[in-house]
């Protein structure tokens, strides 16, 4: 089973992470939420507490396939801010490892110059700080071992995104029909 990790922090847009982590959990691959803040409560950017599975500092990245990072602010601001998961975002790109974000939280890739010669996209607006990136205005851009996605009303094709990288188009299709989805 593929294993992903989703980082919140204070912050965090909650419909872009919650969204990802149920559709990643009805679909059998695993998800675990991690706090970068110290504890394990983590409130969103409008005031929605959610209580992460793991903290940082004690989570395990061996068997993590892919790094996610939702938007919100400040959250992504403050996933910027945090040097280690930075150093493990680097190393995870380095190792070809896969990678995803969504709203603003792209423009952390985009800072650390993993977007160069890349397609991604972004939330309006946060478009400066994709450096080197080819940016589209698609709903969600896949480019690589990179994914990225727009915004909130993009939650969900951007979860279905993640799902199709692990267990193909034909699951995708399956999950967008079982939760009523239509693009």
């Known amino acids: 089973m593929a294993n992903t990790a989703i980082f919140l922090a ?3 847009e909650e419909i872009e992470a ?15 939420t991690v706090s970068i803040t ?6 969103g950017s409008h005031g929605i ?9 004690n989570y395990e990245f061996g068997n993590t396939d892919m790094i996610i990072l939702p ?9 910027d801010a945090c040097v280690p998961l930075k150093n493990k ?4 790109n380095n190792s070809g490892k896969m990678l995803a974000a969504i709203c603003a939280a792209p423009t952390v890739y985009g800072k650390m110059g993993l977007l160069n010669g ?15 990136a080819s940016v589209t205005t698609d709903p969600v851009t896949k480019d690589g071992n990179i994914i990225t996605s727009r915004g909130m009303g993009t939650a969900i094709e951007f979860a ?11 699951a995708a299709q399956q999950m967008a029909k079982a939760i009523v989805y239509e693009a």
């Open 10 to 12: 204070n912050g965090f």
């Open 38 to 43: 110290g504890s394990k409560s983590v409130e």
């Open 160 to 170: 279905l995104a993640i799902l199709e990288n692990f267990k193909g188009k034909e």
């Open 71 to 79: 938007g919100g602010m400040p959250g992504t601001k403050n996933l």
């Open 89 to 92: 975002i680097e190393e995870f």
């Open 49 to 57: 507490k959610v209580e992460a599975d793991e903290i940082f500092d």
């Open 118 to 132: 890349k397609r991604a996209c972004c939330y309006p607006g946060c478009e400066g700080d994709l450096l080197g």
């Open 18 to 32: 919650l969204t990802v982590v149920d559709i990643l959990r009805r679909a059998q691959i695993g998800i675990t």
